[in-house]
Nanobody
Framework: QLTESAGGLAQPGGSLSLSCAAA????????IGWFRQAPGKERERVSCIGTKDADTYYADSVKGRFTISKDNAKNTAYLQMNNLMREDTAVYYC????????????????????????WGQGTLVTVSS
């Protein structure tokens, strides 16, 4: 079972942090992703992290502003959201994912992640002044 922490309200330029408790999905065995769905829009991929902490993926829209991390001992993944923009307003979901890798330079890097059937219930993040 995947359970997101409560979202909240932030001002533009502000910060919020989300967590995803991954009961039954050991994070040393499962990759986790964050997705979001804004009103009237399709769900979009935000960020994913593999079993290795260094294997991370970010959508271009959040790169440099959001940071994904995890604590295997607590079996919890996190999404730190900084410099929030109104366009970040959405319901955020965590999900168990499969990381897609591609060869780049001298190694494989995450280039995408695909969700399976295990999703959290979602949590609302509102960015507004």
């Amino acid at each position: 079972q995947l359970t997101e922490s409560a979202g909240g309200l932030a001002q533009p330029g502000g910060s919020l942090s989300l967590s995803c408790a991954a009961a039954g999905y050991p994070l040393d065995e499962y990759a986790i992703g964050w997705f979001r769905q804004a009103p009237g829009k399709e769900r979009e991929r935000v960020s994913c992290i593999g079993t290795k902490d260094a294997d991370t993926y970010y959508a271009d829209s959040v790169k440099g502003r959001f940071t994904i991390s995890k604590d295997n001992a607590k079996n919890t993944a996190y999404l730190q959201m900084n410099n929030l923009m109104r366009e970040d307003t959405a319901v955020y979901y965590c999900a168990a994912v499969v990381i897609v890798y591609a060869w780049k330079d001298d190694g494989y890097v995450p280039v995408n992640c695909s969700p399976g059937d295990a999703w959290g219930q979602g949590t609302l993040v509102t960015v507004s002044s």
